[in-house]
């Protein structure tokens, strides 16, 4: 049976960089936004998937909500997770560098050093409280898409030289995909 395409309602449109939301920090997710969350998140999960990415947060579709979405599709199988008001328990000491990018910042990339593994509490969308502890692929994405709530980017962990190259060839890049 073919793949039926994703409602293209579903769809929202994932800000890039230089949007000012995606510097401002996001506040927490309370008992009256609980709606507004199990609204946005299905819509992000299938936003990510088309792009596609493997994490999006709130701020990069302009939401100022405190809740992010993650599934790195382990066995070519979706397993979304939707984290809300995350924060991070616990770091390791020891650091693991891994290329990054972002959907926000489309085509660009540059290793990032980040800890090896965290342990971060959330909720879920029915307001359970519950804890991950990550390593690899997992801690990595988990603390791009937390920063992302804070209002820091990927590039932000980098030199300003290699910030501004990044900053630049994505501002070419844009302008020539708006010529098209």
């Known amino acids: 049976m073919p793949d039926t395409p994703p409602d293209a309602d579903l769809l929202l449109p994932i800000l890039l960089v230089p949007d000012p939301r995606l510097r401002a920090k ?8 609980a709606d507004q969350v199990r609204a946005l998140a299905p819509r992000m999960l299938e936003s990510m998937y088309r ?4 994490g999006l947060a709130a701020p990069q579709v302009g939401s100022a909500l ?47 050093t980040r800890p090896a593994r965290v342990k971060l509490r959330f909720q879920d969308l029915t307001g359970a409280r519950r804890e991950v502890e990550a390593e690899g692929l997992l801690a990595t994405c988990l603390q791009h898409e937390l920063d992302h709530l804070d209002g820091v980017l990927f590039i932000d962990h980098l030199t300003p030289l290699k910030r501004n190259m990044i900053l630049r060839r994505l501002a070419k890049d844009l302008k020539a995909k708006a010529r098209e």
């Open 51 to 54: 792009a596609p990415g493997i």
């Open 66 to 112: 405190r809740f992010m979405v993650v599934d790195l599709q382990p066995e070519e199988k979706p397993d979304p997770m939707v984290l809300v008001n995350p924060e991070i328990l616990a770091a390791s000491a020891e650091t693991a560098v891994r290329e990054e990018g972002c959907l926000s910042l489309p085509g660009q990339y540059a290793d990032v």
């Open 26 to 33: 996001c506040r927490p997710v309370g008992p009256g936004d």
